[in-house]
């Protein structure tokens, strides 16, 4: 099983570009989330759905955008990059009950210069 | 707001050695608590999940303990190995959509 795949694995952007972070997961879970995590930092969750065409923000979601059209999909969209939007990137999803392990991808390095 | 607190944020152990990493969160209104392995460039990996109306759980060499009502985990490594460098972090799951609150994480090395 691949489980959760993200793309790109790096990416640098100038000031003012935009992107989208790919996410798809092959497991039919319902959850999936997208965080960043800064050096020394825990992650801090940017958005989040609990199924197709249900978004919500989570702590850190200004400058970020999300869609899920599909209950496989889930892309993070950058509007304007700034250099406060570099950090990791990582997708997870998890089943629709509380006690299931949470599944994440392998990350995407982002630099905006 | 949810607040989980890890120490130490790293540890250097010699190989056999067991040794002892703490959590602890600030609301006990948990579902569970979960402790992550990451290794450098990779993502987070599950190793422990312990439900709120467990105390325990265990797997191979890896036990994790959870106090609820005093807001702490520990996750106990025994004879430690080189293969166990990493950083591991602990999270609780909390509210509706299973959201997850994580800690900065333990960087862990076992030299030889």
């Not at chain 1, 997870?92 to 006690?99: I, L, Q, V």
């Not at chain 2, 790293?10 to 056999?16: I, T």
Request: net charge positive; glycine share 10%; aromatic share 8%.
């Amino acid at each position: 099983n691949a489980g959760v795949t993200q793309t790109p694995k790096f990416r640098i952007l100038k000031i003012g570009q935009s992107m989208t972070l790919q996410c798809t997961q092959d497991m039919n879970h319902n959850y999936m989330y997208w965080y960043r995590q800064d050096p020394g930092m825990g992650l801090k969750l940017i958005y989040y759905s609990v199924g197709a065409g249900i978004t919500d923000k989570g702590e850190v979601p200004n400058g970020y955008n999300v869609s899920r059209s599909t209950t496989e999909d889930f892309p993070l969209r950058l509007e304007l990059a700034a250099p406060s939007q570099t950090s990791v990137y990582f997708c997870a999803s998890k089943g629709g009950h509380p006690n299931e392990k949470l599944f994440f991808g392998s990350g995407t390095q982002l630099s905006v210069l | 707001k949810q607040e989980v607190t890890q120490i130490p944020a790293a540890l250097s152990v010699p190989e056999g050695e067991n040794l002892v990493l703490n959590c602890s969160f600030t609301d006990s209104a948990i579902y569970n608590l979960q402790w992550f392995r990451q290794d450098p460039g990779k993502g987070l990996t599950s190793l422990l999940l312990i439900q709120s109306s467990q105390r325990e759980q265990t797997s191979g060499r890896l036990n994790a303990s959870l106090d609820k009502s005093s807001g702490r985990s520990t996750l106990y490594i025994a004879a430690s190995q080189p293969g166990d460098s990493a950083t591991y972090l602990c999270a609780v799951t909390t509210g509706t959509a299973s959201k997850l609150t994580f800690g900065t994480g333990t960087r862990l090395q076992v030299t030889l």
